[in-house]
């Protein structure tokens, strides 16, 4: 005899049930695989490649970073997957109560409709975790080859995408909600995703606020993450999005209510969130969990910066498109955030390319303001940058031990078996899965 | 004897889309234990009724009294179940396992489940797919659902649609043996023959209004029906 159940927990074997039966997310799993595996080869290949060359002095011992030689291509499939292929299973298990009816029976129980919501996010995440068998595999493969693993940066790119999962979810969900037909809702959440790389877009040409909020998208969200770096304000924010969208969500998941009740809703989550979202961007608190400390000066070098205590102004005169602005942004000024308390950032540009603005004699200059003095500098690399802060703090620049140089892991090995793993036994798993699945039920 | 306590009142309810009125105050009462049938014409707004009645449906106006009181939604929601007409739900489960669901997750009779699965002639078509089932087949299926459900009060629209004589008899017969326990049945129902059949009394709709309610005893049902819609 069965013991009784809680309502919430048949909800949750309804939701799953109804996941195993959707063909899109048979779909999905079948091509995660040769996903991940195309990306997983290559990246293998290419690693043996620059490894052969026996390159692995401390100059480009970067070049042999797993994280990113390895994991960032390899996951970045999980991306791709999240983009175009999990909307529409997220879309198809929320939007298929209202198209069949059982909506209309199952809001005849008290439960709340966010309660039914966060049934379907669980179930869809739950899916994707075991989707992320796929680069997990990959992950055992390259332990099998010999290659290096620091568990950290597993953990960084596997919780990136996991955050990045939820939030594709959680905006399928919404959209599933607030449309009438489930090919409408499709449409609204690639055109979000659109928009997002359009702001990323517009990030790039004209900079200011267009690239602060490109840096809270998921895209940039997920590179952080495929970096090692862990941002306390990217979580919090990716974390209010979420819960706003599944609000979003429950509130059009009540058929009986009126439509007027649930934009006020809406735009009262909205309001919340908007609000959230502002108080989000104010925690500095970030983790650089790459083994090779790719987001942060060398420890030596922190410790030197900790000495400051003034607040430093830079001034660059750089425009948005230029990749002088991109070095110094990346290699210089994102690490000295993570260590100063009190660094303000200002870019300074008439134009979005800069090759016009060329002929200005100062253009190019990054001025620094620290404790009433100032100096010019037009170096944009991390060196460079400390040097210039070193000499305006009156602080000694510290000698780098040389254990603290990274020295990369080269690994030469082809990727032997991965196509036979990802093409081949992937695929036919998934589908052999699928039939005992549809056989059983 | 006195005048019998309604177990639910339906005051003024009216329900419009954009300009179009679909139901204006609409007023009637549902007595505990009896078969009550909604009758009109096509369009009438049975079925607007039943979804603002079973909450689907948000309503513009109007209540649902128990007593003088007004009903919360919670409470309607321990008062009435309500069946859709046309819906396929959880397509790709089998029938045996949405009676289970419904059992569970709406906290239903299990006691009853084969009784009901026997009654409503479903045991063939246990393990087949809510999706795969005829429109008969599938009626019965959702009416089964109904059947298990544990509020007192069945809200069924067109409960004999796609059924055919033989199944309408026995389905009728069904549904009067729940309302003989006790439980309440009102049905939408667009065929006066087969509304007479199972019936004790009737609400009168057309055009979005009620225009007659009663049990019409000793009166020809289709008659009574031509004459107020």
Known sequence: MRSPRSAAAWLLEKEWRELLASRAWWMFLVLIGPLVGISFIDAVRTYAEASGLNGTTAGVGEAFSPLIGIWAPTFSACEIAAAFLLPFVAIRLVAGDKQSGALKLETQHRMSSFQRVLAKAAVLMAGWMIASAAPLIAVALWTWYGGSLHPPEIASVLGGHLLNAALVVALAAAAACVTEHPSTAAIVTLAVTVGTWILNFAAAVHGGLWEVAAGYTPTAMVADFQHGLVRLDVLLMATTFIVALLTVAAAWMRPGVPVRRRVRDTIAAAAVASVAVLVCTVPRASWDLSEDRANSFSRSDEQALRQIDAPLRIEARLAPEDPRRFDLEHRALSKLRRVLPDVDVEYVSATSIGLFEQSNPHYGEITFQLDGRSAVSRATTAEGVLDTIYELAHVAPPAIADGEIFRGHPLAAPPTGAALIFYGVWPAAVVGAALIWRKQA | ?229
């Open chain 2, 1 to 229: 004897m006195g005048p019998v306590t309604p177990l639910l009142r339906i005051s003024n309810l009216t329900k419009r889309y954009g300009r179009v009125i679909a139901l204006q105050d609409v007023s009637f009462a549902v007595h505990a234990g009896e078969v009550l049938g909604l009758i009109g014409p096509n369009g009438s707004g049975k079925t607007t009724l039943f979804e603002c009645l079973g909450g689907v449906l948000p309503r513009d106006s109007g209540e649902l009294l128990r007593g003088d009181r007004p009903i919360t939604s919670a409470e309607r929601l321990q008062l009435l179940f309500y069946i859709p007409d046309s819906i396929a739900p959880w397509p790709s489960q089998t029938v045996r396992w949405a009676l289970d669901f419904a059992i569970g997750f709406f906290g239903g009779n299990r006691e009853r489940r084969d009784e009901i699965v026997q009654r409503l002639g479903i045991t063939p078509f246990l393990d087949v797919t809510m999706g795969a089932l005829s429109k008969g087949q599938r009626k019965r299926a959702v009416l089964a659902l109904g059947l298990l459900a544990p509020q007192p009060v069945l809200l069924a629209d067109e409960p004999f649609d796609g059924l055919d004589l033989r199944q309408t008899r026995e389905v009728a017969q069904v549904l009067r043996e729940h309302a003989m326990r006790g439980r309440t049945m009102f049905l939408s129902i667009h065929q006066i023959s087969d509304a007479a059949r199972v019936c004790d009394r009737f609400v009168l709709l057309s055009n979005g209004r009620s225009v007659g309610e009663g049990a019409f005893a000793g009166q020809d049902l289709e008659e009574v029906f031509l004459a107020l819609t």
